[in-house]
């Protein structure tokens, strides 16, 4: 699988961005996805995963209830979709796929994760 994110850029704190991840392969909808990001000298962080299906979604505390994330398996793709961002959301985000569907606090730990995206920069301004 091979994994291709996008849709990050400059936004105001408050503001929303929605970032896109398109995977390869006919065997996408088999795959639970995740996203994580990684500011400047911090290590990466889960941030919300979704099932294959898309019928279970987890989130980290700090974007409950701000972030959403989706999938369309018609189209290989997965979404993340963030409202009211904050300065400290800023990093650059990844997308992540797991062929083993371990449940939600699997989907939670980075190394559960086969397959990874180059990333896109989130940067969010005061």
């Known amino acids: 699988v091979q994994l291709q994110a996008s849709g990050g850029g400059l936004v105001q704190a408050g503001g929303s961005l929605r970032l896109s991840c398109a995977a390869s392969g006919r065997t996408f909808s088999s795959y639970a996805m995740g996203w994580f990001r990684q500011a400047p000298g911090k290590e990466r962080e889960f941030v919300a995963a979704?099932?294959?299906?898309?019928?279970?979604?987890v989130y980290a505390d700090s974007v409950k209830g701000r972030f959403t994330i989706s999938r369309d398996n018609a189209k290989n793709t997965v979404y993340l979709q963030m409202s009211s961002l904050k300065p400290e959301d800023a990093a650059v985000y990844y997308c992540?796929?797991?062929?083993?569907?371990?449940?939600?606090?699997?989907?939670?730990?980075?190394?559960?994760?086969?397959?990874w995206g180059q990333g896109t920069q989130v940067t969010v301004s005061s």
């Open positions: 992540a796929a797991t062929a083993t569907d371990g449940g939600t606090y699997y989907y939670r730990i980075l190394r559960s994760y086969d397959y």
């Open positions: 979704i099932s294959p299906s898309g019928g279970v979604a």
